[in-house]
């Protein structure tokens, strides 16, 4: 059974940082293009960022402008998202989420794509 589980979300003032962890089970994310969404209520999932299996290459929303570092840990099975300058409109729940395995990162800001999802953690910003 594949399993993602996020963690590291909390409140912070705009400006400070946080750090998300995204650990998985059941699979390996090597061969796996993996991501990170989020979401407000009443809006669709929008993707933050993307790294492509083997961490061949690294992906960003438009909105991240540098604050935010995507990467992740082949042997420990984990992605991070380093979060800089936050703002409150960074405020949303974030998912981590995993394509099929070998699909590659194209169009990865298209939610439907991806077929593992984690729980969710809350990011609030407040000003």
């Known amino acids: 059974q594949v399993r993602l589980v996020e963690s590291g979300g909390g409140s912070v003032q705009a400006g400070e940082s946080l750090r998300l962890t995204c650990g998985t089970s059941?699979?390996?994310?090597?061969?796996?293009?993996t991501a990170w969404f989020r979401q407000v209520p009443g809006k669709e999932r929008e993707g933050v960022a993307a790294?492509?299996?083997?961490?061949?290459?690294?992906l960003y929303g438009w909105f991240v402008k540098g604050r935010f570092a995507v990467s992740r840990d082949d042997d420990q099975n984990t992605q991070y998202l380093e979060m800089t300058g936050l703002t409150p409109d960074d405020t949303g729940m974030y998912f981590c989420a995993a394509k099929g395995e070998s699909v590659p990162c194209m169009e990865w800001e298209d939610a439907k794509d991806f077929i593992y999802w984690g729980q969710g953690t809350q990011v609030t910003v407040s000003s």
């Open positions: 790294i492509d299996f083997a961490g061949s290459q690294t």
């Open positions: 059941g699979i390996s994310i090597s061969w796996y293009c």
